[in-house]
């Protein structure tokens, strides 16, 4: 199993910044991709960018040159930056953790946290 808590969301007016932080505890070193998904009222949860274990990200149209992911190995955690933030950001962002136990596929989920941004 693998435990994901995640934190740093808020309100911010449009143009701030923000940093989410995603702790990952329990099975974490069989983790191959953390990634952070978002997903607004009435609409689908969607990626915003993801980090494999070998440091290659991936980011949606929506995210690039505003969003940077990055992974700290040391500390089990995964930060998503969020600069230039817009009103059309404001959703709950969850993480995901992904592990692989051979041909066995896992994804944990974070609680999710809170991102209000306000025009």
């Known amino acids: 199993q693998v435990q994901l808590v995640e934190s740093g969301g808020g309100l911010v007016q449009a143009g701030g910044s923000l940093r989410l932080s995603c702790a990952a505890s329990?099975?974490?070193?069989?983790?191959?991709?953390m990634g952070w998904y978002r997903q607004a009222p009435g609409r689908q949860r969607d990626l915003v960018a993801s980090?494999?274990?070998?440091?290659?990200?991936n980011y949606a149209d929506s995210a690039k040159g505003r969003f940077t992911i990055s992974r700290d190995n040391a500390k089990n955690t995964v930060y998503l930056e969020m600069n230039s933030l817009k009103p059309e950001d404001t959703a709950v962002y969850y993480c995901?953790?992904?592990?692989?136990?051979?041909?066995?596929?896992?994804?944990?989920w974070g609680q999710g946290t809170q991102v209000t941004v306000s025009s």
């Open positions: 980090i494999t274990s070998g440091g290659s990200t």
């Open positions: 995901l953790a992904k592990r692989a136990e051979g041909p066995v596929r896992y994804d944990y």
């Open positions: 329990g099975r974490i070193s069989s983790i191959n991709v």
